[in-house]
């Protein structure tokens, strides 16, 4: 007890904590507890700190982990392969790792098959197609044929009686008759000679077969021999039909040759050669190749065309030989046209296109060496472009029948290069009142707008025939002589202008020069009026380029209003007659249309000098000269001096008192004065050369320099200065380039135009 006792404190010693016992006494004491110890109290287990940390968690023991409880029950298990084994040798998933996957599926409301199972089926399904006869491992029962049937799959092959009687006296077993009891039994055991007997009709039966498969091989070949001498025979029929064919073409040429010695008349000779081709279209188009027809219409009509070009005046003559061509358009292979003699006059660009060929036609070839020349010659040194009428007569002709590629290297090259020259030789200057007056640009330009390209046809664009006509209108009206009446020939050219131009010329070319008009050349003078000015320039009120009421009634406020106005001041302070006043009043508004003389603004000046009319009699003679206030100055240019009249009236301006209208102040509204670059840039506008500011100066001298170019790219020409009213142009190249001056004349335009 007391060994007990002391044990006992000790083991109480050593669950208080005691960690300085060594490994065999914990040992010791766990042995000396005993079975006895054991089982005195089996319920109690010791609880581990994991299971204490789960617990506190939720986990109860038997169900599975997760808030939901469908988590594992049990660790991972590990599934050890064999040393040196890999993947697949055996099976990977566990038996804890299936269960837990049919547990979860269930959790789903799924079944879950074990891969096993399914293995399991397969080889079930497997096997069943293998004794269904499904799987293509049982061997098939060998199918033997009679004579009969031999023979009937070979067509007309013929098997000897000796031979059908062997082949179907055999089968796959022997049949032997051994006694009544087994009638037809089979019997495993042969004799001797019936085996060679069968060994013999084995061999016949394979040889037969063999022979009836060879049989049919030749058969099919001979049917296929049989069909190919059918084709033969008629690729023969159809070869001799074209050899008939072609040797009624060939006569039928020689008869046009024939037929073509003989005849002196050209007129005959190209009927009669027409006419063989055109019967010779009609009976062989279908039967011969059209490029075939084709040639061989280029070969008999070459040599009469050959001739008919020769000596041709295309422009006197405009439809020589294209009647007889024209006929034959069909077989020369040229499209036909429902528009007939309208397909030039069309203006659409893919009429133009080229052809999508690589090659020229004989007959394209015919035309383009023996047509094209004479056409270029004629259009090159014959056609005068002021007279569009023979060519365009020609154009249209011949278009009908013309490939696309040469009526358009005409109506594309040939002729614009034309227009554009003389064009660009039309001065303003000569137009219409020099003794050798150029024609208006619009006269020969308008023939050619159905034909020309379409930057030609463009108003709005920067190059061709239109905008090289634009900037020589601007040329006309900064010159135009307004001794003339407007240009009434250009009224065809408004059409086709557009708005903003228009307003342009009017604003920037022709109203400026209307307004120094009147201010240089219109004099006021009581005594001897010259409306001549003012007529001029109120003719381009009711002309086609014609101007607005609203425009003339301003330009006439401007211009004419303080001449007016300063006359009658000095006529109403030197003692006037006021009844002439008063006449001479009426008569300057009846000059005026009803338009211009009714605006608002003419008539505010009318009241102005009604005004000042009564002013002068409310002054009285006394003090009208000197309490009369004179008028305000308005945009005037200075003026000449009024000439000397006849009249010697007191009551008028006397000649000193007319000079003093020259001293009139001049308006922040005049014209800035004009300049040598002015004048240059005019000249440079005439004869459409550009004149560019190039942004730098000549290092020597300082002047800023100016390019004169021919070029639309605004380069090459020549390169200028200004120095007074002189140009000068610079020479050479690098550092020894020098100037020199040249005066505005064809020197300078042909270094211009690089020439």
């Known amino acids: 007890m007391a060994q007990f006792s002391m044990n006992g404190q000790m083991n109480g010693q050593m669950e208080d ?80 790792a299936k269960e837990d996957e049919k547990r979860e599926a269930a959790f789903r409301g799924e079944v879950l098959e074990d891969s096993e199972e399914e293995d399991e089926k397969s080889r079930k399904e497997l096997k069943k197609q293998r004794l269904w006869g499904m799987g293509g491992t049982t061997k098939l029962k060998t199918k033997y044929r009679t004579a009969a049937e031999i023979e009937a799959a070979a067509e007309g092959l013929e098997v000897p009686n000796v031979l059908k009687s062997i082949i179907d006296a055999t089968g796959s077993e022997t049949k032997l008759l051994t006694s009544t009891a087994g009638l037809m039994t089979i019997q495993n055991a042969m004799v001797p000679s019936e085996t060679e007997s069968v060994k013999l009709a084995k061999r016949a039966r394979r040889d037969l077969e063999s022979f009836a498969d060879e049989w049919n091989t030749v058969s099919d070949q001979k049917k296929d021999y049989e069909l190919q001498e059918v084709q033969l025979v008629q690729e023969m029929d159809e070869l001799e039909e074209s050899a008939h064919d072609l040797e009624t073409v060939i006569q039928a040429i020689r008869d046009i040759k024939l037929r073509g010695f003989g005849i002196t008349t050209n007129e005959t000779v190209w009927e009669d050669t027409i006419s063989k081709l055109e019967s010779l279209e009609s009976e062989h188009a279908m039967k011969i190749d059209p490029s075939v027809l084709q040639e061989v219409a280029v070969a ?8 008919a070009m020769h000596d041709w005046q295309p422009l006197e003559d405009p439809a020589h030989v294209y009647p007889y061509l024209s006929r034959l358009s069909r077989l020369f292979g040229v499209q036909p046209s429902s528009a007939g003699m309208d397909l030039a006059l069309q203006s659409d660009p893919f009429l133009h296109s080229t052809r999508p060929s690589k090659s020229t036609t004989p007959y394209e070839s015919m035309l383009y060496t023996l047509f094209l020349p004479p056409i270029r010659s004629a259009i090159t040194n014959d056609w005068d472009p002021t007279n569009p ?60 707008l159905p034909f020309l390209p379409p930057h030609h046809l463009s108003p709005a664009s920067p190059t061709g025939l239109f905008s090289t006509l634009k900037a ?14 407007p240009p009434a020939t250009l009224t065809s050219l408004l059409p086709v202008l557009t708005p903003s131009f228009l307003h342009t010329l009017q604003t920037r070319h022709l109203l400026p020069r209307l307004a120094t008009h009147l201010a240089q050349n219109l004099l006021i003078d009581p005594s001897n009026q010259d409306l001549t000015p003012l007529t001029e320039t109120l003719a381009w009120l009711t002309s086609s380029w014609s ?9 006439m406020v401007a211009e004419f209003f303080p001449k007016w106005h300063h006359i009658l001041y000095l006529w109403l302070t030197n003692n006037p007659n006021y009844e002439e006043v008063r006449e001479w009043f009426l008569w300057w508004k009846e ?28 002054l009285g003679p006394e003090n009208v000269a000197t309490q009369l206030p004179p008028p305000a100055a308005g945009p005037v240019k200075p003026l000449g001096f009024f000439p000397s009249s006849s009249s010697s009236s007191s009551s008028q301006p006397s000649k000193q008192q007319q000079q003093q209208q020259g001293e009139a102040p001049r308006s922040k509204m005049q014209d800035e004065p004009i300049t040598f670059r002015h004048i240059l840039e005019a000249w440079c506008m005439e004869n459409s050369l550009l004149f560019i500011p190039m942004r730098e ?55 211009a135009e690089g020439r």
């Not at 204490?52 to 050890?80: D, H, I, N, S």
């Not at 154009?395 to 290069?417: A, C, E, K, R, V």
């Not at 303003?428 to 050619?448: E, G, R, V």
């Open 17 to 96: 904590g005691d960690s300085s016992d060594s490994d065999h006494r914990r040992k010791r004491r766990k042995m000396g507890q005993g079975p006895a110890a054991r089982t005195a109290s089996p319920a109690a287990k010791p609880i581990s700190f994991a299971a204490k940390m789960m617990a506190k968690m939720g986990y109860k023991e038997g169900e599975g982990l997760g808030a939901t409880g469908r988590g594992r029950l049990a660790p991972v298990e590990t599934q050890l392969r064999p040393t040196r084994s890999g993947l697949g040798v055996v099976p990977e998933k566990t038996k804890q």
């Open 697 to 751: 100066a000549d290092p020597v001298s300082g002047l800023p320099l100016f390019r004169l170019t021919a070029s639309a790219t605004g380069k090459g020409g020549v390169v200028v200065f200004l120095r007074g009213d002189v140009v000068w142009v610079r020479e050479g190249k690098g550092e020894g380039r020098t100037f020199r001056p040249v005066g505005l004349d064809e020197g300078l335009l042909g270094m």
């Open 472 to 485: 020589k209108l601007k040329s006309l009206f900064q010159s135009y002589p307004f001794t003339l009446p």
């Open 389 to 448: 009428t023979p060519l365009i007569t020609l154009i249209q002709t011949w278009s009908p029948i013309l490939p696309p590629f040469i009526l358009t290297g005409l109506t594309h090259n040939l002729i614009p290069t034309r227009l554009e020259a003389l064009l660009a030789s039309w001065k303003s200057s000569k137009a219409p009142s020099s003794k050798h007056p150029q024609p208006f640009p619009h006269t020969y330009i308008f023939p050619w």
């Open 547 to 555: 101007l607005s009421p609203t425009v003339t009634a301003h330009l």
């Open 300 to 307: 008999a009509v070459h040599p009469l065309f050959k001739k």
């Open 591 to 618: 000059q005026f249309p009803e338009s211009v003389r009714d605006h608002d603004v003419v008539a505010r000046e009318w009241t102005k000098g009604l005004e000042t009319i009564s002013l002068a009699l409310d």
